[in-house]
């Protein structure tokens, strides 16, 4: 294989993600039972992933208390799900821009 170039897109500047992202948050908080809606995942735009847990742990309808590792995990549990919903969606529409690229790229 003779690369000639590498192609970083730098979540959503290439690829419209919002869409994987949302999915994947609601996926995470229909688990642990905290609502969560479109509106509020705008919210989560721009912001860390650690930043946006802790907005989606902030919007339980009960108190909840997780140990620095237990956070972590949903972390993690949020990535993964990122790469579950996006594989998924390439499989099913088997067309290579059923994750579309912004306009004009």
């Known amino acids: 294989m003779n690369l000639q170039a590498v192609l970083f897109d730098l979540d ?8 994987f992202h949302y ?17 509020q995942n705008e919210r989560l735009k721009g912001v860390s992933r650690m930043e946006s ?7 339980s309808p009960k108190p ?3 140990s620095p590792d237990e956070i972590e995990d949903l972390a993690a549990k949020k990535t993964v799900g990122m790469g579950i919903i996006s594989t998924h969606s390439r499989k099913r529409t ?12």
């Not at 959503?12 to 869409?19: F, H, K, L, S």
């Not at 847990?53 to 919007?59: E, N, R, V, Y």
Request: proline share 6%; net charge negative.
């Open 23 to 39: 999915q994947a948050w609601k996926r995470l908080a229909d688990a642990l039972e905290i609502p969560f809606t479109e509106k």
């Open 64 to 66: 909840l208390h997780y």
């Open 53 to 59: 847990l802790s907005i989606l742990l902030s919007l």
């Open 94 to 105: 088997s067309c290579p821009d059923s994750v579309s690229s912004w306009p004009g790229v």
């Open 12 to 19: 959503g500047v290439i690829v419209d993600t919002a869409r």
